[in-house]
């Protein structure tokens, strides 16, 4: 059975993107046929942190409303065979994201792909209430700082009454806290919300820690998913992730600040 | 006595600060959004109700929905201006069904 998982946070900027495409990538890398969907309709970016912006022909609200089908607007990533790409429309029509198109094309979607991960806009409007609408899972990416804490803790309170499952007395949207640009030095030295506070703040399951990395900036740069760089901290706490969610035990990495051997000091980057 | 305090008693640290702030803006926030759509339309009929009978201002009242243990209640808090009880009972106009 095909499952939804949102991408969402309320606040800009925490690395919704940067994880729907971290995500999707570690979920086909596992073998799970995916697809990663654009939600932000009229700010499209998934495309370009994917690596496929000049790839898309037909996108969302073509295929909603009938212009195009679903396989044409589909783009399948040159990187792996598991994983594709629905781009969305630039378009400045705010309602250009009807529900009954979106569940139309969601049920096509689920008869083809195991994974349907939605990247949600910012907000809590239109674009942010439909990518949630129809979601199993959702991963609150949540920055340690307090803003984003409390835009989390609304959309926390939007899943659990403005969600399909809610409307229908159907069991709740199983949540997901995702900590990311995580800075254990600084967090050591008291400047900086502990991966802890956050969870007792949000009470919600930790999915994942991922800590501030030079690598995540390099991967959008280069059009790649983080996690297909092996090197990247950012990368590897990306894939552990993806393993907790798929019902593996994992230590949390990262969390720590790490001992820098004096050579990696002198010679090394992060 | 400064020096003293400055070893024993270390400066809480700006997390801690952050934390505490987000712990009282999320419990006021969360009573708050969580709470059910009639809740201010009670809120009106409650203060036409009222004012019938004594004196209160728009914002002289409270109306929460909580929960302590395995109860939950309903709290009506209302400030009487004054002390005022307008005489002779209900007003004229306020006699009409229609509140």
């Known amino acids: 059975m095909a499952k939804v998982i949102v991408v969402t946070s309320g606040k800009g900027g925490v690395g919704k993107t940067t994880t729907s495409a971290a995500f999707a990538a570690g979920l086909a890398l596992r073998g799970h046929k995916t697809v990663v969907i654009d939600f932000d309709v009229g700010l499209r970016n998934l495309d370009l942190v994917m690596g496929c912006e000049r790839r898309v022909v037909f996108d969302f609200i073509n295929v909603i409303n009938g212009d195009a089908n679903l396989n044409q607007a589909l783009i399948k990533d040159k990187r792996h065979d598991n994983l594709f790409i629905f781009p969305t429309s630039q378009t400045r029509d705010k309602n250009a994201l009807k529900r009954e198109g979106v569940e139309r094309v969601m049920e096509e979607l689920k008869q083809q792909f195991e994974y349907i991960i939605c990247d949600s806009p910012a907000g809590i409007e239109h674009g942010a209430i439909t990518a949630l609408y129809f979601a199993d899972s959702a991963i609150i990416v949540t920055n340690p700082e307090v803003s984003s804490v409390r835009d989390s803790d609304r959309i926390i309170g939007i899943l659990a009454s403005k969600s399909r499952r809610a409307e229908r007395n159907e069991p709740a949207v199983d949540v997901h806290l995702l900590l990311t640009r995580y800075d254990p030095v600084r967090v050591a030295k008291g400047e900086m919300l502990a991966v802890d506070d956050v969870k007792e703040i949000l009470s919600i399951p930790l999915l994942g820690v991922i800590p501030e990395s030079e690598s995540v900036l390099r991967a959008s740069n280069t059009g790649t998913p983080v996690v297909f760089d092996e090197e990247s901290p950012a990368g590897r706490a990306y894939l552990d992730a993806v393993a907790r969610f798929l019902g593996e035990q994992r230590e949390m990495r990262f969390v720590t600040p790490q001992r820098r051997s004096f050579f990696r000091a002198l010679f090394g980057r992060v | ?99």
């Open chain 2, 1 to 99: 006595m400064g020096f003293f305090r400055a070893l024993f008693q270390p400066k809480r640290t700006s997390a801690q600060v952050a934390k505490e702030r987000l712990k009282i803006v999320l419990a006021h926030e969360r009573a708050s959004n969580r709470a059910p759509d009639f809740l201010p339309t009670l809120q009106k009929e409650l203060l036409a109700v009222v004012g019938r009978y004594v004196e209160i201002s728009e914002d002289g009242i409270r109306v929460t929905l909580g929960a302590s243990g395995g109860t939950s209640t309903l709290e009506i808090n209302i400030e009487i201006e004054g002390g005022k009880v307008k005489k002779g009972g209900p007003s004229g106009s306020a006699l009409s069904p229609a509140v």
